[in-house]
């Protein structure tokens, strides 16, 4: 019975770690990327995003809440690069059509599209500020933040995503929720001005190779870790709200930061000023719009009506994600 019991817990632990895991950076250095990058942008455009920054942090996270609800969200969110050889990016075109051409839609989206998702958005913010549109130059805005933020994760390069190939499940949401919302608070954000991205295709690919470069200290330094630190001092339990969740210790978690000497910091940083850049590349190839009237429009009816039914769709989708689990 004990045993039966141990086993249970175990699995439900799991399912923890794993539920945790599906949420991405984490909804709170998501809110706090796309909060950051509007104080990188040059006077014109700054005055708008200011008076828009709640809705800017709010909507970083909507993209992971899609994950619930259209099954067509969850490859935008990362890319297996790994899958595509000992030299991915010498092997994988960087345009999605000549990816397509070589791999196959199938492949692709099997193994994640985030530089193209990126690319994607890019278009469609630049598109809405040509229109004038501040519902969608708001929309956009807000969740090609969300992608940039993404792509700097390195556990979103690489097949082995949660150290399920080498027996480090949960180590996912331990570099990009736990340790940041641990330490964040003292990390420094500045970051200087938004640049101009020449050319955002190779820009998005930079980001993704700057993450795959990193993911084997993410792993091995947790192994090397795991290796030489108490067993019993390697989780905690901690309780949010009626849930009581296992997590990884404050003492475990501050031991594998030190060991990424400011990995996590580093790349949160970086994220943030590619995506003020993103945002300031669209509007200047957009043919640089005056913001200035457009700076007290709030979003549309339409716009609540839309963004209130998606969240209480996800809502609902995490209700049967928690049912399911249980089971
Ligand atoms: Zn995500």
Same mark, same amino acid.
């Given at each position: 019975?004990?045993?039966?019991?141990?086993?249970?817990?175990?699995?439900?632990?799991?399912?923890?770690?794993?539920?945790?895991?599906?949420?991405?950076?984490?909804?709170?250095?998501?809110?706090?990327?796309?909060?950051?990058? &509007?104080?990188?942008?040059?006077?014109?455009?700054?005055?708008?995003?200011?008076?828009?920054?709640?809705?800017?942090?709010?909507?970083?996270?909507?993209?992971?809440?899609?994950?619930?609800?259209?099954?067509? /969200?969850?490859?935008?969110?990362?890319?297996?690069?790994?899958?595509?050889?000992?030299?991915?990016?010498?092997?994988?075109?960087?345009?999605?059509?000549?990816?397509?051409?070589?791999?196959?839609?199938?492949?692709?989206?099997?193994?994640?599209? &985030?530089?193209?998702?990126?690319?994607?958005? /890019?278009?469609?913010?630049?598109?809405?500020?040509?229109?004038?549109?501040?519902?969608?130059?708001?929309?956009?805005?807000?969740?090609?933040?969300?992608?940039?933020?993404?792509?700097?994760?390195?556990?979103?390069?690489?097949?082995?995503?949660?150290?399920?190939?080498?027996?480090?499940?949960?180590?996912?949401?331990?570099?990009?929720?736990? %340790?940041?919302?641990?330490?964040?608070?003292?990390?420094?954000?500045?970051?200087?001005?938004?640049?101009?991205?020449?050319?955002?295709?190779? /820009?998005?690919?930079?980001?993704?190779?700057?993450?795959?470069?990193?993911?084997?200290?993410?792993?091995?330094?947790?192994?090397?870790?795991?290796?030489?630190?108490?067993?019993?001092?390697?989780?905690?339990?901690?309780?949010?709200?009626?849930?009581?969740?296992?997590?990884?210790?404050?003492?475990?978690?501050?031991?594998?930061?030190?060991?990424?000497?400011?990995? %996590?910091?580093?790349?949160?940083?970086?994220? %943030?000023?590619?995506?003020?850049?993103?945002?300031?590349?669209?509007?200047?190839?957009?043919?640089?719009?005056?913001?200035?009237?457009?700076?007290?429009?709030?979003?549309?009816?339409?716009?609540?009506?839309?963004?209130?039914?998606?969240?209480?769709?996800?809502?609902?989708?995490?209700?049967?994600?928690?049912?399911?689990?249980? /089971?």
């Amino acid at each position: 019975m004990k045993q039966h019991l141990n086993k249970l817990f175990l699995t439900l632990s799991i399912l923890l770690l794993f539920t945790v895991f599906a949420y991405g950076w984490g909804f709170w250095a998501h809110k706090k990327i796309n909060h950051q990058a &509007v104080f990188t942008l040059p006077s014109a455009m700054i005055g708008f995003y200011k008076s828009h920054i709640t809705y800017l942090t709010n909507h970083a996270v909507d993209p992971d809440k899609r994950r619930y609800i259209n099954k067509k /969200e969850a490859p935008r969110h990362y890319i297996s690069i790994d899958h595509y050889g000992k030299h991915p990016f010498d092997s994988i075109p960087v345009n999605w059509k000549d990816a397509v051409a070589k791999f196959t839609e199938d492949t692709l989206l099997g193994y994640g599209i &985030v530089p193209w998702q990126i690319i994607t958005m /890019e278009y469609q913010l630049t598109d809405a500020f040509k229109k004038h549109d501040v519902d969608k130059i708001l929309y956009f805005s807000a969740n090609i933040g969300h992608y940039i933020a993404d792509a700097h994760v390195p556990l979103h390069c690489a097949l082995n995503y949660n150290g399920q190939l080498t027996n480090q499940v949960g180590i996912h949401a331990f570099w990009e929720s736990r %340790i940041p919302e641990l330490f964040g608070d003292d990390y420094n954000y500045f970051t200087g001005r938004a640049h101009y991205i020449e050319k955002p295709q190779l /820009e998005a690919w930079q980001i993704v190779k700057g993450s795959f470069d990193a993911v084997d200290s993410v792993l091995s330094f947790e192994k090397q870790l795991n290796d030489k630190f108490p067993s019993d001092k390697k989780y905690a339990y901690e309780t949010k709200g009626r849930q009581t969740l296992k997590v990884y210790s404050k003492e475990y978690s501050k031991a594998y930061s030190d060991m990424l000497d400011g990995m %996590i910091e580093r790349r949160m940083r970086e994220a %943030i000023a590619e995506v003020g850049s993103f945002w300031y590349t669209a509007w200047v190839n957009a043919g640089s719009p005056d913001l200035k009237n457009m700076k007290d429009k709030e979003i549309s009816e339409e716009m609540k009506r839309q963004l209130a039914e998606q969240d209480s769709l996800f809502k609902q989708g995490k209700l049967w994600e928690k049912d399911h689990c249980v /089971e």
